[in-house]
């Protein structure tokens, strides 16, 4: 086998052989097409295809909704009670606190008039 590249040209041609192969080698993996470019897309792909799954689950939502205050008097009024405030005659309103059971409140001495400047021992400007 060694016989047959003891020419000059039988060189030429084995070296041209792998450069070709270097090249097209590293355009399969790396070039415009390639492997790697083509993973990086189908992961783009598939992020893409969740995002738009949330996206279609919203738009659904909000087309439920939609129909709801086009179509029905009950959302329209769930509307007006939850967001705007109705109160309904002879109705009582009543809020429920979501402070925590575990909330202290922070007391403080009425006889100490905190308006005033202890560096200066003047009494702070009144506000209006």
Do not use: C
Request: proline fraction near 5%; charged fraction near 25%.
């Amino acid at each position: 086998m060694l016989e047959v590249f003891k020419t000059t040209s039988s060189k030429v041609i084995a070296i041209l052989a792998i450069l070709i192969v270097v090249v097209l080698q590293y355009r399969f993996w790396f070039g415009e097409g390639g492997h790697f470019p083509h993973q990086a897309l189908l992961q783009q792909i598939e992020q893409q295809a969740e995002v738009n799954a949330e996206l279609k689950e919203r738009n659904r939502i909000l087309a439920a909704e939609v129909y709801d205050l086009k179509n029905g008097a009950e959302a329209i009024e769930e509307h007006a009670r939850l967001d705007l405030g109705l109160v309904k005659p002879h109705e009582t309103f009543v809020q429920m606190s979501t402070i925590s059971t575990h909330y202290k409140p922070i007391y403080t001495d009425p006889s100490v008039d905190l308006r005033t400047n202890e560096d200066d021992n003047e009494p702070a400007p009144e506000q209006p």
